[in-house]
């Protein structure tokens, strides 16, 4: 089992442009959700999906959005890139209210 | 104020030593507890859940205290390898079971 993945691991964008990253996890899990993580503020969620078809937003969801294309997949797009969105994001899932298993991370910087 | 909170530190112990730390919660409604190890630029993990009564993993134990609102993780004989950031996270089934992080303790183990 893979677990949690995520892609891709690095990335430099300009501000305004726009990305996506991928996330899936082969643990047939139901909820997903998307954080980012700044210096000395933890991990802030940022979108969740609580089931397939299902998507709802967290603490910090300006400036993003979500796809939950299927049980395993589940997308975060950056439609006009900016600076302030310069962090690490990463993915989990879970099947139940508590471990939450996360991917690998994907590091962002907007210039 | 952050819902979830925690000095920031860096605890500074030596090899072998016993280090302890505590995060405070805000909302009295929270039910949930957890202890999550965060390597550095790496994911989180899942440390330990927190219980009412207290427990113990191994070097590790971790303490509930609902009237004053705070959990606790103890470390006994700490090892090079402990050195990490431990994320206090809570949850509250009224927040549709949301994991909410504190900013994270950070531990240096020595020689």
């Known amino acids: 089992n893979a677990g949690v993945t995520q892609t891709p691991k690095f990335q430099v964008l300009k501000t305004g442009q726009s990305m996506t990253l991928q996330c899936a996890q082969d643990m047939n899990h139901n909820s997903m959700y998307w954080y980012r993580q700044d210096p000395g503020m933890g991990l802030r969620l940022i979108y969740y999906s609580a089931s397939e078809g299902t998507t709802d937003k967290g603490e910090v969801p300006n400036g993003y959005n979500v796809s939950r294309l299927n049980k395993r997949e589940f997308s975060l797009r950056l439609e006009s890139a900016a600076p302030s969105q310069t962090s690490v994001y990463f993915c989990a899932s879970t099947q139940f209210t508590d471990t939450q298993y996360f991917g690998p991370g994907t590091r962002l910087t907007v210039l | 104020r952050k819902e979830v909170e925690q000095d920031p530190g860096p605890f500074n112990v030596p090899e072998g030593a016993t280090v302890a730390f505590n995060c405070t919660y805000s909302?009295?409604?929270?039910?949930?507890f957890f202890w999550y190890r965060q390597d550095c630029r790496k994911e989180p993990k899942l440390l330990m859940s927190v219980y009412s009564s207290g427990n113990e993993d191994g070097r590790f134990t971790a303490q509930l205290n609902r009237a004053s609102q705070y959990i606790s993780l103890l470390i006994r004989d700490s090892k090079l390898s402990d050195s990490a950031t431990y994320l206090c996270?809570?949850?509250?089934?009224?927040?549709?079971?949301?994991?909410?992080f504190g900013g994270g303790t950070r531990v240096l183990v020595k020689p």
């Open positions: 996270v809570v949850t509250r089934t009224a927040a549709g079971n949301k994991l909410t």
């Open positions: 909302n009295s409604a929270s039910q949930s």
